[in-house]
């Protein structure tokens, strides 16, 4: 499912998130395609189908905030990136949507810095974050936001992409820091 369509969706989901981080005290950042959509186009990449959020905080923080997002905010499933099981450390995704798969919700992708499998993953941009406003949200994103957007998606990162299609670190233009990153990443979660 993509973001198209279901903006308010999306909001709600970034709410839901942020009123338990906030409840837990736990700063947390938009990263990676919503980073960009925020900065460059003003809101989310229409054909997106996640919501990237990160995040520092222990094991115990991060079992509770999906706990609160199943128990308090509807959301469906979890899935550890990392293992395929729940509650572990790395990247994990939260449904919500009425969907059962991503082809049919949309997802909160919250990436835990510092953390396997994404230990690997440049820190210096979440060290400091910085205030965007964008959608009338008051959002942190990465610090300095060019700088990250470069590393990440490489140089053309200022040009929308014309039609929906995977976002691939090997295929588009990321940079290469960012593909051996993200190599040295898949790697470590074998």
């Known amino acids: 499912m993509y973001i198209l369509g279901h903006e308010s969706l999306v909001d709600g989901m970034l709410a839901d998130f942020n009123s338990i981080c906030n409840s837990l005290g736990i700063s947390w950042w938009v990263t990676a395609g919503v980073a960009l959509g925020f900065y460059r186009d003003g809101g989310y990449i229409p054909w997106d189908s996640d919501i990237d959020v990160g995040i520092i905080c222990t094991d115990v923080e991060y079992t509770e905030i999906f706990k609160r997002l199943f128990d308090s905010c509807g959301f469906t499933k979890f899935y550890d990136v990392s293992t395929g099981k729940k509650f572990r450390c790395g990247i994990g995704h939260a449904y919500k949507g009425g969907g059962k798969t991503h082809r049919d919700s949309l997802f909160l992708d919250i990436m835990r810095i510092g953390v396997e499998p994404i230990r690997c993953i440049t820190p210096k941009f979440f060290e400091t974050t910085t205030w965007f406003r964008c959608r009338g949200i008051e959002i942190r994103i990465p610090h300095p936001i060019e700088d990250y957007l470069l590393f990440m998606y490489g140089d053309t990162w200022r040009i929308p992409q014309p039609t929906p299609k995977q976002w691939n670190y090997f295929i588009n233009k990321a940079s290469p ?11 470590a979660a074998r």
């Open 177 to 187: 820091a960012a593909q051996a990153q993200v190599k040295e990443m898949l790697n």
